[in-house]
């Protein structure tokens, strides 16, 4: 096991925020996850990896309430007894994969944020100047302040990025879950958003959840690994425990070969004699 990871506020909170018991997911007669099982810490970083197909985007809809559980139970500890009146929607702020319709968005960067509010101000009522001071904060965050009067549409794929991920953020959520935040920018703009969560992870101390294909970048940061490898395969635990061969083999395929990099496991696919 590796040791607790410090945050903002010290150490990793022992105390579980969200806790999967046998956990059956799926569509309409198809199951795509069976009986998973794991807890996830208060300010834990939680890499979720696996094929295509093997059910990561499946997963994050169930905890997130968009998908219905086939059976199992989902568990979210009301871990803040500061504020007792808290929804628990309003612990999640969520990433989805990159849509190609929401890219050409008529609005400008700021009411793209603002949409993260409206669960709570409601649809139909207008933001109040302490609505536009958390759209401005959470736009701090992400380095996308002197950008907040722009047209969304007009902005680069990573920028648009750090928008959606500050409009996650605005309402100050407890666990952020990111689908493939990375997909589709190029490298520099990769590096910017991995720089940014891990900044809210150990200054802040959020709990993330993010499904990744390249785990390399974030092996560096993250606690655990949730390995998913089909219906009834998945592996949960720290990265030293989790990226080894065998276990990438059994679901990846025989061409996949790990090596260790200043203490941390980084993984290689193709033909090596190694």
Excluded at 14 to 28: A, D, F, H, N
Excluded at 29 to 47: F, M, P, Q, R, V
Excluded at 262 to 270: D, E, F, R, Y
Aim: proline share 6%; aromatic share 6%; with cysteine.
């Amino acid at each position: 096991m590796i040791g607790d990871k410090e945050v903002a506020n010290g150490p990793i909170n022992k105390q579980p925020i969200l806790t999967l018991t046998g956990v059956t997911i799926g569509y309409p007669g198809i199951t795509a996850l069976s009986k998973i099982d794991c807890e996830i810490n208060k300010g834990e970083y939680i890499a979720v990896i696996g094929p295509n197909g093997s059910g990561k985007s499946t997963l994050l809809k169930g905890i997130l309430g968009l998908l219905p559980l086939q059976s199992g139970k989902i568990t979210l500890h009301l871990c803040n007894e500061d504020h007792p009146n808290i929804k628990p929607a309003s612990l999640f702020g969520y990433v989805p994969q990159k849509n190609r319709s929401e890219t050409t968005f008529p609005v400008s960067v700021k009411e793209v944020v603002m949409m993260g509010l409206y669960a709570q101000i409601g649809w139909f009522r207008r933001p109040q100047p302490q609505h536009w001071e958390l759209v401005r904060q959470s736009l701090a965050k992400v380095g996308m302040v002197d950008c907040a009067e722009r047209h969304f549409s007009e902005l680069s794929g990573g920028q648009q990025q750090r928008v959606i991920i500050a409009r996650a953020l605005v309402s100050n959520p407890q666990i952020i879950i990111l689908d493939e935040p990375t997909s589709a920018i190029d490298i520099s703009a990769q590096q910017e958003i991995l720089s940014i969560l891990e900044r809210l992870n150990q200054e802040e101390g959020k709990t993330i959840l993010m499904v990744t294909h390249d785990i390399n970048e974030i092996v560096h940061f993250c606690n655990k690994v949730l390995l998913l490898g089909g219906e009834k395969k998945y592996f949960f635990g720290p990265p030293n425990e989790i990226l080894t061969r065998e276990t990438l083999v059994s679901v990846y395929g025989n061409r996949i070969y790990v090596y260790n990099h200043n203490g941390h496991p980084h993984v290689l696919v193709g033909d090596f004699n190694l």
